[in-house]
């Protein structure tokens, strides 16, 4: 501020008349004394051992205490609420000590009417010239407003806190809707199936189920709707009563892929495509041997693995089948093959592949895959399952996406199934050739 | 695991001297006694130690399970012993400490020469029925708690690697507000709740070594009476009545504290 008053080659302005005088007429009132008793702030100087040795008319009148009551008397802790006392002594105090001062710190005063007061307190020690500290003087601030916000802001994250947990809830229920409660007892067959859930927030895509079908004749299917969340879970709703009513209608795993396909375009047309992958299969059982005969169709969706009484284990390719619900007719690969006494198939969806290793940037992939089921097999449904699922905790958070395992087994006879006699002659049947429709 | 590391053990002062291990309370670290280690180094071994959770403590070694109770600190006490092997040493816990030091010599008198209790209570909470005062309620406790979330005091989730893991470059963390009292609040609370929610009343008559019980004239958290109570239960102890006042006497009154110490410490030779 340039004031007129002097030969500091700091003269007045020509275009502003010097009523300055008028201006500062007003600090004149402000004594050094009236500012300290009347500041927006409490003042308080305590001794050492923090006996109160002077305090400011502001803190007086905001605690209701008379000068005389706490002067001499009270220590600064006797103002503080008990357990504001215990944080005083084993945090406020020794900080101070130590470093000279200490700021900002929330605490809660008790006026003379027994009501509390949320203040910011800020200290530092006065030291004498010999070096020596001698007092403590302290501010203390009005924080009655910040603390109602910050308890705004409390009770907010803890709302928040709640709804999360409800979405979650809500996320977890629906996705179990989706989903079969339990897959069909199919006679002569050992059925397993695992949902991962990579997140708790958002319901997943994929889907599967097992069901009858006309004489003697079994469904399933195992897919992935496209992206996350409620808008894939109503095409996941549609593609799951769709497949069952096209199954019932044609059996034939191609015809209900394209009835799939032909529903999604119907529905979806136009602005917002919806698609998925979706493997289908018809289980007829075969001989007398025990067995089934299966036609798997496949729209985009990742190989079936075959796990083979022998100990090997290859994927059943099906390539060519075309995602379901992009073109009005969508290509869909066939393969037909038997399934024997001690083999097992196995669906997945790709959150499995796709997951990340611990090698960065790294996916699990296809060929990791294979290796991991040639070390299993010959196995049984539940154990397919069981060593994917603990595969799946080993990845852990690397598994971004959701992953629907489902496995079938056509137990061996009676007490064969614990042997997994790796060492029986393998009957080397290659995968049978695919057949593309 | 190495406790040195875990507990950020310090021995310094004369070697083979007669040995003094100060263990802090609640709120801070082991720099709440740097006032009063010049005067003890000139005569004895001083070992000064973080407890786990504390100050350059290592925090992964920390865990809910192992620190809920007195025990897993007074095990660290133990362990700290063994680990240095400097034959037995006088201890000088501050407040919750000196029930850990009761406790650990309670349980291996043969590691304790003595024990200094510093501003002890063997309870904080009121037992009318037993006609004991310790000063505060249960509520009163869950008031603290509140003012801990209220002021984490310069910890955030975003520091403490700097803090913890520096042991190298000790002056990174020195250089922090507040670091000597910075903890993980998790870990505040409970260790508050071991501290002002544990009763060791009935331990202090399981002490058999030489004690020294030294109150402040004047501790919001640990009156007189309550200094009376742990003399007179602990047979053969001695009280003194320190001058200083406020319940860290080490930081209010150092070269009275550390004199009481040490004159305690030639007695035991």
């Known amino acids: ?437 | 695991m190495d406790v040195r590391s875990r507990n950020q053990v310090r021995v310094s002062g004369q070697p083979g001297g007669a040995v003094v291990m100060l263990a802090h309370g609640f709120g801070c670290d082991q720099n709440l006694w740097r006032l009063v280690v010049p005067t003890l180094e000139r005569e004895f071994t001083v070992v000064l130690f973080d407890h786990v959770g504390a100050g350059r403590s290592d925090l992964s070694a920390w865990s809910e399970d192992r620190y809920s109770g007195m025990d897993g600190y007074v095990d660290d006490v133990l362990e700290i012993c063994r680990e240095l092997d400097l034959g037995p040493v006088t201890f000088v816990g501050h407040s919750v400490s000196a029930m850990m030091g009761v406790l650990a010599a309670a349980r291996h008198p043969e590691y304790f020469a003595g024990l200094v209790l510093l501003a002890p209570s063997p309870c904080f909470i009121d037992d009318p029925a037993a006609g004991y005062r310790g000063g505060f309620s249960a509520e009163d406790i869950e008031e603290l708690l509140q003012s801990l979330d209220a002021n984490y005091l310069g910890w955030s989730g975003a520091m403490a690697p700097v803090i913890m893991g520096n042991p190298e470059r000790p002056e990174l963390g020195q250089e922090l507000t507040n670091s000597f009292c910075a903890t993980d609040p998790e870990i505040a609370r409970v260790f508050a709740r071991v501290t002002f929610l544990s009763d060791n009343r009935a331990d202090l008559a399981q002490v058999a070594v030489p004690t020294l019980v030294a109150q402040c004239s004047s501790d919001a958290i640990a009156p007189p009476e309550v200094g009376a109570f742990v003399q007179a239960q602990i047979k053969g102890s001695r009280l003194v009545t320190l001058n200083a006042t406020g319940h860290c006497p080490q930081l209010s009154a150092p070269e009275e504290t550390a004199q009481a110490i040490a004159a305690f410490a030639r007695t035991l030779r």
């Not at chain 1, 020690?125 to 403590?136: C, E, F, R, T, Y």
């Not at chain 1, 407003?145 to 979405?167: G, I, K, P, S, V």
């Not at chain 1, 614990?418 to 995968?431: E, H, I, M, V």
């Open chain 1, 1 to 437: 501020m340039c004031r007129n008053d002097g030969d500091q080659g700091c003269g007045p302005d020509p275009g502003q008349p010097p009523d300055d005088d008028r201006t500062f007429a007003a600090l004149l009132e402000d004594s050094v004394e009236d500012l300290y008793e009347n500041a927006p702030c409490g003042y308080l100087s305590t001794l050492l051992d923090g006996q109160i040795a002077k305090v400011n008319t502001t803190l007086l009148d905001w605690l209701g205490y008379k000068r005389a009551e706490l002067v001499g008397r009270r220590k600064f802790s006797d103002l503080l609420t008990t357990g504001g006392r215990l944080y005083h002594e084993t945090h406020f105090a020794p900080l101070l000590r130590m470093q000279g001062k200490i700021s900002g710190i929330a605490l809660e005063l008790r006026a003379a009417d027994g009501s509390r007061m949320p203040v910011l307190v800020t200290s530092t020690v006065k030291s004498g010239s010999d070096g020596q500290p001698l007092l403590i003087r302290t501010t203390v601030f009005d924080a009655r407003d910040r603390r109602a916000y910050e308890q705004e802001l409390l009770r907010a994250r803890q709302e928040a806190e709640r709804e999360r947990e409800r979405l979650q809830q809500l996320a977890t229920t629906l996705q179990r809707t989706l989903l079969p409660p339990a897959v069909g007892n199919v006679p002569g067959l050992d059925v397993a199936a695992y949902y991962h859930i990579a997140s708790t927030d958002e319901v997943g895509g994929d889907f599967y189920d097992l069901f009858p079908l006309a004489a003697g004749t079994w469904g399933l299917f195992l897919g992935d709707v496209c992206g996350k969340g409620t808008e894939a879970a109503a095409v996941t709703s549609l593609a799951r009563y769709t497949l069952r009513a096209a199954a019932v209608y044609d059996p034939d795993p191609a015809a209900v892929l394209s009835n799939l396909n032909t529903v999604l375009n119907h529905e979806y047309n136009g602005t917002d495509p919806r698609f998925c992958t979706v493997i289908f299969g018809l289980l007829t059982p075969d001989g007398d041997q025990g067995g089934f005969r299966i036609v798997l169709a496949s729209g985009g969706h990742p190989p079936a693995l075959l796990l083979r009484a022998d100990g090997t284990a290859d994927y059943l390719p099906t390539p060519g089948g075309q995602l379901i619900g992009v073109v009005p007719d969508a290509d869909i690969a066939t393969i037909t093959f038997r399934l024997d006494p001690g083999d097992t198939l196995l669906l997945h969806t790709d959150g499995l592949t796709e997951a990340h290793t611990a090698v960065r940037g790294e996916r699990y992939g296809d060929e990791a895959l294979l290796d991991f089921v040639r070390a299993l097999a010959p196995t049984t449904a539940q154990g397919t399952i069981t060593a994917v699922r603990d595969l799946l905790g080993t990845l852990g958070t690397g598994v971004d996406d959701d992953t629907a395992l489902l496995a079938v087994h056509v137990p061996r006879a009676d007490g064969e199934e614990q042997q997994r006699a790796r060492g029986t002659p393998a009957r080397g049947a290659p995968p049978p050739a695919p057949s593309s429709r």
